[in-house]
C-alpha cells in the first residue's frame, strides 16, 4: 500500500515530465499536436490530482 499522499505526489511527477516532453517536442495526441498545448495537461494534472485526493480522503 502506498504512503498517503505518495500517489499524488507520483501523478505529478509524471505529468511534470509529460508537460516537459511535450514543450520540447511535441507528442502528437489529440489534442496535443503543438508545443503550446501543455496547458491542456495542466489542467490533466489537477483534476487527476483533486481526484487522488478526494479518494485518498474516503479510503
Given amino acids: ?9 507520483l501523478l505529478a511527477l ?3 515530465g509529460i508537460m516537459a516532453i511535450q514543450i520540447i517536442k511535441p507528442l502528437g495526441w489529440p489534442g496535443l499536436k503543438r508545443r ?8 490533466l494534472a489537477i483534476a487527476a490530482i483533486s481526484v487522488t485526493v478526494v479518494l485518498s480522503h474516503l479510503a
Fill in 1 to 9: 500500500m502506498l504512503v498517503k499522499g505518495c500517489m499524488s505526489k
Fill in 14 to 16: 509524471v505529468i511534470v
Fill in 36 to 43: 503550446s498545448d501543455f496547458w491542456k495537461l495542466a489542467l
